[in-house]
């Protein structure tokens, strides 16, 4: 079965520019999750969905960060317009209903922002 | 303030040697409890999980944990250490009220080096 899908795997730009991030859940799965990583305060949890609803957005750092879900089978993470602090591994996690807590993880996509 | 700690930023063991990566949590009620892998440039993987019952549950690659309620820990072990164990570990929380939902949270990390 295919595990969690996030493209890309890397991206570089340059501050100022738009950034999309996506992510395909593994079926079947209800639950979707963003996360960012960085040296200086590891793995935060921006946002998670449940059935394609934002329920918890309290970690996404600010107006510049979005997320949408707009199907079952697909979320996109944009920031607009991005800064250099924005470089991180961003990961997309899903679970099963019923077991949010139980999350599988995507390989990442590393941003780089100049 | 409701945190994990994991004390140890980096670990090295010799292969064939035990381990034992260190995980505190303080939250009022007991969390779930979970172990995670990070191999370089990976996503993250799920070793083993606690929600309740026998305190010591089995993982993955022959991990296993400890919940132990009077020490608020959770500590990670192996008997014998492959080198294929080098990674990242993360313990992880969610608390365990109303509304936490999925809401993991994470310790720093110890990174585990493993000598030859």
């Known amino acids: 079965d295919a595990g969690v899908i996030q493209s890309p795997r890397h991206e570089v730009t340059e501050m100022g520019q738009e950034v999309t991030l996506r992510c395909k859940p593994i079926s079947g799965h209800d639950y979707l999750f963003w996360y960012r990583q960085t040296m200086m305060r590891g793995l935060e949890l921006l946002i998670y969905f449940n059935n394609n609803v934002p329920i918890d957005d309290s970690g996404m750092p600010e107006d510049r960060f979005s997320a949408k879900m707009p199907n079952a089978s697909f979320s996109t993470l944009k920031i607009q317009p991005s800064e250099p602090r924005d470089s991180a591994v961003y990961f997309c996690a899903s679970s099963n209903p019923g077991y949010p807590e139980t999350q599988y993880f995507g390989p990442g996509t590393r941003l780089l922002v100049l | 303030a409701q945190s994990v700690t994991q004390p140890d930023i980096h670990i090295t063991v010799s292969e064939g040697a035990s381990l034992e990566l260190r995980c505190n949590y303080s939250y009022g009620a007991t969390p779930y409890l979970f172990w995670y892998v990070q191999s370089p440039g990976q996503g993250l993987q799920l070793l083993l999980k606690y929600f309740s019952g026998d305190t010591l549950v089995q993982g993955i690659k022959g991990f296993e944990a400890e919940f132990k309620r009077s020490q608020s820990s959770f500590n990670l072990r192996k008997p014998s250490v492959h080198w294929s164990d080098a990674a990242e570990y993360f313990c992880?929380?969610?608390?365990?009220?109303?509304?936490?939902?999925?809401?993991?949270?994470f310790g720093k990390g110890t990174k585990l080096s493993v000598k030859p």
């Open positions: 992880a929380v969610v608390p365990n009220y109303g509304g936490s939902q999925g809401n993991l949270i």
